[in-house]
RNA sequence: GGGCCGUUAGCUCAGUCGGUAGAGCAGCUGGCUUUUAACCAGUUGGUCGGAGGUUCAAAUCCUCCACGGCCCA
């Protein structure tokens, strides 16, 4: 759309009005101060007696937007909503006078209006302001979405998110949900004497996890910067420090591609803890999010796209080799072994497979494909292959694997943890792994990262660590289909 | 990247077999001093996502493109 052909008559008659005021002055004051906003309104008299309320003669000043207007000749109701909830302005000629009751008929639906006056209960029992004297403190030049059935077209709700978030109440709760969740979180940690840090964004060395950055240009340094993908690196480099407890809720960054679960940046919470392993992590995230369900739903039982997730039941453990197994009874144990057998099974399941791939990426292929969307009530999947898993320590008996897990509920992956790798010779070896992948053309296969390696070599106490995708345990607690409900602005291709 | 669906008034949506583009809300005019999807009467508003094509005639059929949604990779 372009400034000339999305004007249309109401626009312009808008326009027209604003215009007019400009005429009588400044039509956009900023010298109106409200005393109260309508929710502490209704929260102190919504429960009372009209008398009583009549009797106490309450006069109260609010602003806001005009959501619904009903002129009814020399007497008119209309909502206005600001940041806590609507409140009914009673808005009469005598009461104002005539030629502000003049005004008042001529302000539309969507203009932000300043009331002052008196609390009263209509005849139907709604709080509302016996208004004396009102303002316009800004005009609206655009019609608002149509009264009853709001805004329902995904596209301009993610693109124009204020009108979104004008029209909608649910959409005002997720985002609001949002941020009690992220406060939770900051909570929770903090009261266990986590260190709330902050690092890079913009990194030398993408590092952290298995995939492709985006890319740009230092123009002073003449030298290119990842955007980050993980802040693991740098996080477990201030465990080396002695922060034994470091939390970050940040942005990070891969260049793949949008779905309902995917954009291109989304916030992830990473935690490490010394002297504690995968094991001790799986408790705390149980208890982590019990807790949030219980402060931020008040109940432990989430309800998701019709589906109900009890939370207050111990989460299912179980490894990834036994989830393949238990979802895939055509498979034997031995399979999971042999190259061979892996491999026809990937062909069956229409896998697709490079050469290259081991035991270990087959078998998560094989695990991404047929379990992980069945692992609906929260459940951890453990001993990841190390194959795959380049910073996660061995398991003690079995070197093959590691002592990981990720969490699923509702067949989405919710959080990456592990025992980390502090042995910096076979950090080195792994990292060495990574770069000969990334040879053979793999983009989301990791760098060498040799300072990391100098890090560790200093000594890193024994650390657990893990990361928790913020946008999609939104998702779950808001019953939100798309990450984009839960993202504010998310990622959009331009309109033309 | 592939498949399916969608795009019509500011908004929410109809639109029959290809034959003059509709409703509700919003807006405008008038009426109405306790309404609340207010009500009553009248009324304005359209490049039917864009570009081609078929046809006497296209919102409607065909092709391509754009954007969005869902599913798959």
Redesign the pocket.
């Known amino acids: 759309m372009t400034e000339e ?1 999305d004007e ?3 626009i312009a ?1 808008r326009r027209q009005k604003l215009a007019e005021l400009r005429q009588q002055g400044n039509p956009f004051p900023n010298d109106f101060r409200r005393n109260v906003v309508a929710g502490e309104l209704h929260a102190e008299y919504g429960g009372r007696d009209p008398a009583e309320i009549e009797t106490r003669n309450v006069r109260v000043k609010v602003a806001g937007r005009m959501m ?8 008119s ?1 209309a909502h206005l909503q600001d940041m806590s909830a609507r409140i ?1 302005v009673y808005v ?3 009461a104002v006078g005539e030629k502000a009751y003049e005004d008042f008929k001529k302000w ?2 969507g203009d932000i209006v300043g009331a002052e006056g008196t609390l ?1 209960k ?3 029992g ?1 709080l ?1 302001i016996k208004v004396d004297e009102a303002r316009l403190l800004a005009k609206s030049l655009r ?1 608002l ?5 709001g ?6 709700k ?1 693109r124009q998110r204020y009108l979104d978030l004008i029209m909608s109440e649910v959409a005002r709760n997720t985002f609001r949900t949002r941020t009690a969740i992220v406060r939770a979180i900051r909570r929770f940690l903090d009261e266990r004497g986590f260190l709330e840090v902050e690092t890079p964004m913009m990194q030398v060395i993408p590092g952290g996890a298995a995939a492709r950055p985006f890319v740009t240009h230092h123009h002073a340094l003449d030298m290119s910067l990842f955007l980050r993908v993980a802040p693991e690196l740098y996080l477990k480099r201030l465990i080396v420090g002695g922060f034994e407890k470091v939390y970050e809720i940040n942005r990070n960054f891969r260049n793949e ?1 949008l ?2 679960r995917h954009n291109p940046e989304f916030t992830m919470l990473e935690f490490y803890q010394a002297y504690a392993d995968y094991h001790d992590l799986m408790n705390l995230t149980e208890e982590m999010l019990r807790g949030l369900a219980r402060s931020v739903l008040g109940t432990e039982t989430i309800m998701y796209q019709g589906d109900q997730y009890d939370f207050s039941k111990p989460f299912r453990r179980l490894t990834l080799r036994e989830a393949v197994l238990h979802f895939n009874p055509d498979i034997r144990e031995a399979d999971l072994d042999s190259l061979d057998a892996l491999r026809r099974i990937a062909a069956r399941l ?1 896998v ?1 497979v490079k050469d290259m791939y081991g035991a270990g990426k087959l078998q998560l292929e094989i695990f991404e ?1 047929t379990v992980e969307s069945k692992l609906k009530d929260p459940t951890f999947i453990t001993s990841y292959p190390t194959e795959v898993s380049p910073l996660a320590r061995r398991n003690d008996k079995d070197p093959g694997v590691t002592d990981r897990f990720e969490l699923f509920v509702g067949g989405r992956e919710i959080a990456n943890g592990f025992s980390e790798l502090n042995d910096a010779e076979d950090q080195a070896e792994r990292f060495r792994k990574q770069v000969a992948e990334k040879e053979t053309g793999d983009e989301e296969a990791m760098h060498f990262d040799e300072d990391y390696v100098r890090a560790l070599e200093h000594g890193m106490p024994p650390t657990a660590g893990e990361g928790i995708g913020i946008d999609r345990l939104v998702m779950l607690f808001t019953d939100s ?2 990450i ?1 409900d839960v993202l504010l602005f998310p990622h ?5």
Request: net charge positive; hydrophobic share 15%; glycine share 4%.
């Open positions: 052909n249309n008559e109401q008659l619904t207007r009903r002129v009814m000749g020399k007497a109701f009914q009469t000629r005598d539309d639906i009263f209509t005849k139907t709604e509302s019609p979405p149509e009264k009853y059935h805004l329902t077209d995904t596209e301009t993610y591609g779905s309902t229409q697709p494909k289909p798309s984009r959009m291709r331009p309109e033309k």
